[in-house]
């Protein structure tokens, strides 16, 4: 079975930092994708970030500039640097990982076969 765990969420203050981390089990696919998304309360959840196998990356245009994404594979890890927040990152951050082949937009949900239980963000003005 495969399982994702999210840390690192918290209340920070505009102009804030935080790191989050997933840890993956039991995913064994070396060629999928990896995912960071976001839920605000009364919306839909929206890609945030993603890397595939070769590590490209993309993000929302949102975040771009601010988050980093990035994976650890020898620790089964995926990371989200999240910098000079806003209260408007406010959300439950959750991430997933797809099976391969990863065919379709990476910042879509639909990519994406398993999903942690999310970890929340608070960022207050």
């Known amino acids: 079975q495969v399982h994702l765990v999210e840390s690192g969420g918290g209340s920070v203050q505009a102009g804030g930092s935080l790191r989050l981390s997933c840890v993956t089990s039991?995913?064994?696919?070396?060629?999928?994708?990896l995912g960071w998304f976001r839920q605000a309360p009364g919306e839909e959840r929206e890609g945030v970030a993603a890397?595939?196998?070769?590590?490209?990356?993309s993000y929302a245009e949102s975040v771009s500039g601010r988050f980093t994404i990035s994976k650890d594979n020898a620790k089964n890890t995926l990371y989200l640097q999240m910098n000079n927040l806003k209260p408007e990152d406010t959300a439950m951050y959750y991430c997933a990982a797809s099976k391969p082949p990863a065919l379709g937009w990476v910042l879509g949900e639909d990519l994406y076969t398993y999903w942690g239980q999310g970890t929340q963000v608070t960022v207050s003005s």
């Open positions: 890397v595939d196998a070769d590590g490209r990356t």
């Open positions: 039991g995913y064994t696919y070396s060629n999928g994708c």
